[in-house]
C-alpha cells in the first residue's frame, strides 16, 4: 500500500511540474484535471469518500469546464470546421 502511495505522490508532483512547464495552454489544463482525478484517489485511499467525490465534481469537473470556457473565449482553442465539398469520392 506504502508503494501505491509513493507513486501516486510522484505522479501528482509529476503533474504540477508539466503544469508549469507546458507551452500549451489547452494541454496545461488537461494535466490539471488529471492531476484533480488522481487526488481524488488518494481521498479514497484515506478513507474519505465525501471529500473525493468533492475533488472530483470540483477540480476535474467545474473547474476545468470553466478552464474550457475560458480557453475558448481568449480564442486559444480553436475549432475545426469541417467544410462539404462538391466533389465526393
Known amino acids: 500500500m506504502e508503494a501505491v502511495n509513493a507513486l501516486l505522490l510522484i ?3 509529476a503533474c504540477a511540474v508539466s503544469v508549469s512547464l507546458t507551452k500549451s495552454l489547452l494541454s496545461a ?3 490539471f484535471m488529471v492531476q484533480s482525478l488522481a487526488m481524488s484517489v488518494v481521498w ?3 478513507r ?3 471529500l473525493a467525490i468533492t475533488e472530483a465534481a470540483v477540480g476535474a469537473g467545474v473547474t476545468s ?3 474550457f ?3 475558448k473565449k481568449i480564442h486559444a482553442v480553436r475549432t475545426v470546421k469541417h467544410e462539404k465539398s462538391d466533389k465526393q469520392p
Open 29 to 31: 489544463v488537461i494535466i
Open 69 to 71: 470556457v475560458a480557453l
Open 48 to 50: 474519505a469518500p465525501d
Open 11 to 13: 505522479f501528482i508532483l
Open 65 to 67: 469546464l470553466l478552464m
Open 44 to 46: 479514497i485511499l484515506l
